[in-house]
């Protein structure tokens, strides 16, 4: 990229969501047909329901998905319906992180299938493939609400620049760091 031509970055940018973008259906992440379907019954109904919510988790880690059944019903239903009404992305992802099964990857989720034009699904290859990029320094293995809005801003900037939704792009990153990751993820 030439410093001096802003189009070049542009022109990079584009090409590297686009090109991965296309790798993400070789990777393990969440598939973005599930996302839209739980978006489309979220929007419509104006909550999620935990069985719902337990099948979301599920869709991103197999393994903690069963913490979802420890939440009462009526709070799930309840913290999804106000997570739509918050203003605020650190206020929006913190409160659907008080549900048991949802830190803030799997929370993010939640929102990425709410409004992927906004959100993106986050987690530690997000994180990797931003901070190669040099929008992030170092690398992180847990995350919270904190880290999702420093993952949030730049994925929208991306977004914005290469006329991606910020879901896209977010599979773009994730999809990047397992094609250039060398050795496991932790």
Known sequence: MEADDPDAHVADLDAFVDE??????E?????????????????SQGHLTRDQLYEIAYES????????EKNP???CREVTRNARLVDGDFSTIHLITGLAG???PTASCVLAALDGDRHAVVDTRVWASLERLGYLDGR?????????????????????ETDSRAVDVGYALFAHDAHVREGTLH
């Open 20 to 25: 991965n973008l296309d790798r993400y259906a």
């Open 27 to 43: 990777t393990q992440g969440v598939l973005p047909e599930r996302l839209d379907e739980f978006g489309e019954r979220y929007r």
């Open 61 to 68: 880690s197999t393994r903690s998905a069963y913490h979802v």
């Open 73 to 75: 019903a009526p709070r």
């Open 102 to 104: 949802f830190k803030a």
């Open 140 to 160: 992180k293995e847990s995350f919270d609400a904190a880290d999702y809005v420093a993952m949030i801003d730049p994925i929208r900037e991306i977004a914005d």
